[in-house]
């Protein structure tokens, strides 16, 4: 019986979704934090800083919660990340048909570890103790996921062409580009505002970043939802398959499998279209 082998599919959504609620409820969790002990001013923050940096709050008795945070989030993000490369590589959803395909595919998921390194890092090199490598990590953290996206989308791109009929691909490539230019935008807004002393305007600039990084991971459940619809699909199929030939109905092949037929007729069940 073929349904408890294709089960292991119907929950790989799920890891996005680990990801995106851990990361939001870590920085909700800070922000929150930092508000009840009414806006304190921490070491690591500028003298004419009021409000206070993600890794202002994160250098001081919150940097557990901000290191395990930043692990669960890269951790199930990259799982995610891994799941879908695997999906396309095996069929279960488009797969990548060009070279050029494979190639954005390869250079997503290196960029993707290369921003995955950075957020843990800049975790551990707090901003207090290590502020130059803590700046360092923070740019690779941001740059490595934005150029991830970037070669995501471009691969994307390419596999519309072929797989025209699915919505989903054009959902993701256009979130994930949406993604990219607002990131970006406000990525320059972040630094200009750094480097001019403009702490305050930089802090906000920086906790709107960080949360519209959540929206990135969401992408990626739209990504593996299709997978899950599809197992599901399937499994329905193989219990009505079984059904039919437990009760005499149905018509078992050479490989053990039944075919669908019922009563002798050409009513077929038919396992669904991958994504």
């Given at each position: 019986m073929a349904v408890p082998g294709i089960l292991k599919y119907a929950f790989i959504w799920i890891l996005p979704l680990v990801s995106a609620l851990t990361w939001l409820g870590m920085?909700?969790?800070?922000?929150?934090v930092w508000e009840v002990e009414g806006h304190p001013h921490y070491a690591s923050m500028s003298a004419n800083q009021d409000?206070?940096?993600i890794s202002d709050i994160g250098a001081q008795g919150l940097k557990p919660l901000f290191i395990a945070g930043c692990c669960v989030t890269t951790v199930f993000l990259d799982l995610s990340f891994a799941s879908e490369r695997w999906l396309r590589h095996t069929g279960r959803l488009a797969k990548n048909l060009g070279t050029a395909e494979k190639v954005l595919s390869a250079l997503s998921v290196a960029f993707a570890v290369a921003g995955t390194a950075g957020l843990i890092l800049l975790s551990?090199?707090?901003t207090l103790h290590?502020?130059?490598?803590h700046d360092g990590f923070l740019l690779l953290f941001i740059a490595g996921y934005v150029i991830s996206a970037i070669f995501v989308c471009a691969e994307y791109q390419r596999l519309g062409i072929h797989f025209r009929e699915h919505f989903i691909l054009r959902f993701s490539f256009w979130a994930k580009l949406t993604?990219?230019?607002v990131e970006i935008a406000l990525a320059i807004v972040f630094a200009s505002t750094m480097f001019t002393k403009q702490q305050n305007v930089a802090a906000v600039f920086e906790w709107v970043i960080a949360l519209i990084f959540t929206f990135y991971v969401l992408t990626f459940f739209v990504d593996?939802?299709?997978?899950?619809?599809?197992?599901?699909m399937r499994t329905n199929v193989e219990r009505l398959h079984m059904r039919d030939v437990e009760n005499g109905n149905g018509h078992i092949n050479g490989n053990g499998v039944s075919d669908g037929t019922v009563n002798g007729a050409n009513a077929h069940y038919k396992t669904p279209r991958n994504f």
């Open positions: 920085l909700l969790t800070m922000l929150v409000i206070a940096y551990i090199f707090d290590h502020p130059r490598l993604f990219i230019l593996l939802l299709p997978a899950a619809r599809d197992t599901q």
